[in-house]
Each structure stands twice: as C-alpha cells, then as structure tokens.
C-alpha cells in the first residue's frame, strides 16, 4: 500500500493505510467510477490506478480508466487535458449523469 509510506512514523500505520485506501471500499453496486490518471505521477503510482480498476472490474463495478501518458500527477500537458475532460463528458454521458449533447 502506498499510504504505508505517506504515514512513515504514525502508529498503526498499516491499519490506517487500510482504512485510507479506495481499494478498501470496492464492492458491488458502487456507482460508476472514473480515474484519470498519468504514468508518470510520483504521488500515487499509476500502478495504484490499474489495480483499483481491476478491482473494480471483478466487482462488476462500471468504470474507466483514463490513461495519460508519460504524466505526474494532475499535471498534463493540454491536449491531454482535453481529452481527460472529454472522455469524464462522454462518462458521464453513458451512465446518465449528464445529458447527451445534441
């Protein structure tokens, strides 16, 4: 868990890392999900997104993942921006969230 690192030096650090991860809360019936993102974040490895997606995925949960190449964490260069904002749009779009465009 990646959190354990964040928390260095906190008590009970694993059992806190537990409770702070999103992988923690996967279960069926979750609303549908979207994560954007880059391969390249140093704060929370992409690694991290891939296995929330899987997770997500065995539980039957809808989502997406969003890849942004070759970027940190939510800094992407604006064609990539732009794509994230459209692919979270059309999402949102699918799952009724928001209403197609006409």
């Known amino acids: 868990m990646w959190a354990v690192e ?3 030096g906190v ?3 694993m059992e806190l890392a ?3 991860s999103p992988l923690t809360y ?3 019936n979750l609303p549908p999900i979207i ?3 880059g391969t390249a974040d140093n704060t929370v490895p992409y690694g991290q997104a891939v296995r929330l997606h899987q997770a997500l995925d065995k539980a ?3 989502n997406e993942l ?3 190449p070759d970027s940190g964490h939510g800094s992407y260069p604006d064609g990539e921006k732009l794509r994230a904002q459209a692919e979270v749009f059309k999402f949102l779009e699918k799952h009724g969230v928001l209403k ?3």
């Open 6 to 8: 964040w928390l260095a």
């Open 11 to 13: 008590p009970n650090r």
């Open 18 to 20: 537990r409770r702070l």
């Open 26 to 28: 996967v279960r069926p």
């Open 35 to 37: 994560t954007v993102h």
């Open 60 to 62: 039957s949960v809808a």
């Open 66 to 68: 969003v890849t942004i």
């Open 100 to 102: 197609a465009s006409q």
